[in-house]
């Protein structure tokens, strides 16, 4: 699994400035999306809203796997997983909810993207934080916080 969680993480030129645009991108398609959920609007008015939150998600998650996919274990990806699971059953399954997942799914953005690092770093399968450190044996190093640098 060396190419899904590399011995050193991938470096991307320009990572912070490319997060920056990607999570600004995601939000302004967000906002625009939130025409279906809370105001019942006709497609036409949020469909490209729907293509700039995917096409911009798909990314950030992409730039996430690439640079490291420990990202895969630790919540800070598992909730993303979770929020694409748990929209894709609204829109398909689940209508009479869709308004309360959406809902859901911008408090769990706001919470472990701001959260502390040890609660971002956790791994439900590991039942601790977990961090590259602690996946080479190493004892646990600093757990930076969100917004923090590297």
Not at 133 to 139: K, N
Request: charged share 15%; glycine share 10%.
């Amino acid at each position: 699994m060396s190419w899904l969680v590399p011995e050193k993480k991938r470096n991307i030129p320009g990572k912070r400035w490319l997060s920056i645009c990607l999570r600004t991108l995601h939000l302004i398609g967000i906002a625009g999306l939130s025409g279906a959920f809370l105001f019942d609007l006709p497609m036409s008015a949020w469909h490209n809203y729907l293509i700039l939150t995917l096409i911009s998600g798909g990314l950030m998650v992409l730039k996430e796997l690439y640079s490291d996919g420990i990202w895969l274990v630790q919540l800070r990806g598992q909730i993303i997983m979770l929020k694409i699971v748990l929209l894709a059953m609204a829109w398909f399954y689940w209508e009479a909810y869709d308004l309360w997942i959406y809902m859901l799914s911008i408090v769990l953005s706001g919470i472990i993207s701001h959260g502390p690092g040890k609660l971002r770093y956790y791994s439900l399968w590991h039942g601790r934080v977990y961090t590259r450190d602690v996946m080479q044996g190493r004892p646990l190093g600093k757990v930076k916080d969100s917004g923090e640098s590297e």
